[in-house]
């Protein structure tokens, strides 16, 4: 690890406009992503900026009948929340299915969104890798290469990583929208589908921040009444990333909502194909990855998504 610089400040905005100002800055929280990153020099920050101390550690109701979750709001303590466990289910399940206890403890929400892939070869810097180091192409796409745990949707001919949160998969379901705070003080509020950028022929811009912004709040909406599901597949029992996650919210009319994680560079979700929910799995999951372009090895992703959401499903 090299050496750096590190300071702690205490409102969100002085934390935008510092990073900003400091050439090669990066904030940190709970850094369970960014050290490792950090360690295998594929993150080279100048300065860190410590913003446990901006106050953002409160989930409060909204006046639209949702709640807003502070962006340091522990995994953990999110998890456990009497309201998130009664209300909004498919979140808690989403993220005690994510790392270990003792991670949980310490990332956070505004963190577990803009952890980076864990694809080999973008972990591997003598590979090379379009995400990591632009225009150096991409190892997972070359002959021989491992490509089983890596997209099949939303890919591109420089990327085919996926996201690894499962917190976000399960947010995308639920409508969820993330706030923000700019160097110059100005707010804004994004759709999680709005944040998160398909790789296309730029794989190393994850997502709409721009310099020196900061994620301050996640808000979820008025509960959606009904079951509420995740169910994470995966290659060993803990501590493992998804090779296919389904979130899963089933109205009592019948009806409701679907996300994937596991597939895609961003939690993958398409509203259009929530209506094919009633006719079953093989019908919504024909819609929802649509123009899917698997390699050979991950192919079987295509089934496994089906059968995940036949499952549960069934379970009624």
């Not at 610089?5 to 510092?18: C, F, G, I, K, N």
């Not at 409160?58 to 522990?74: E, F």
């Not at 759709?191 to 950028?197: G, H, K, P």
């Amino acid at each position: 690890m090299r050496a750096f610089s590190y300071e702690r400040v205490s409102d969100p905005a002085q934390a935008a406009a510092r990073a900003a100002e400091v050439p090669g800055a990066k904030f940190i929280a709970g850094g369970t992503n960014l050290l490792d990153l950090m360690k295998h020099e594929i993150e080279i920050p100048q300065h860190l900026i410590d913003v446990t101390g901006t106050g953002l550690n409160d989930i409060t109701p909204t006046s639209g009948g949702g709640l807003r979750v502070g962006a340091m709001v522990r995994n953990s303590g999110l998890a456990a929340d009497p309201r998130i466990r009664r209300d909004y289910g498919v979140l808690s399940r989403a993220l005690v299915s994510g790392a270990s206890g003792q991670l949980r403890n310490k990332a956070t929400t505004g963190g577990n969104l803009l952890q980076r892939t864990r694809c080999p070869y973008f972990y591997d810097t003598a590979m090379p890798c379009n995400k990591r180091a632009p225009g150096a192409g991409c190892a997972a796409l070359g002959d021989g290469a491992t490509s089983r745990q890596l997209g099949i949707i939303g890919t591109s001919d420089r990327c085919i990583a996926t996201h690894p949160s499962d917190m976000a998969v399960a947010l995308r379901v639920l409508d969820a929208d993330i706030e923000t705070v700019m160097p110059s003080g100005k707010t804004r509020r994004l759709t999680l589908d709005e944040f998160y950028r398909l790789p296309g022929d730029t794989p190393e811009v994850e997502n709409a921040l721009e310099p020196g912004e900061m994620i301050t709040a996640v808000v979820l909406p008025a509960p959606v009444e009904g079951r509420h599901a995740y169910y994470k597949v995966r290659d060993r029992a803990s501590y493992a990333f998804a090779l296919v996650s389904v979130a899963l919210i089933k109205t009592p009319d019948g009806s409701g909502r679907v996300a994937l994680g596991g597939v895609a560079p961003k939690p993958w979700r398409r509203e259009e194909a929530d209506a094919a929910l009633p006719k079953g799995a093989t019908a919504l999951m024909e819609r929802l990855l649509n123009g899917a372009r698997p390699t050979q090895e991950n192919a079987f992703k295509l089934t496994l998504a089906e059968r995940t959401l036949a499952a549960l499903l069934a379970q009624e």
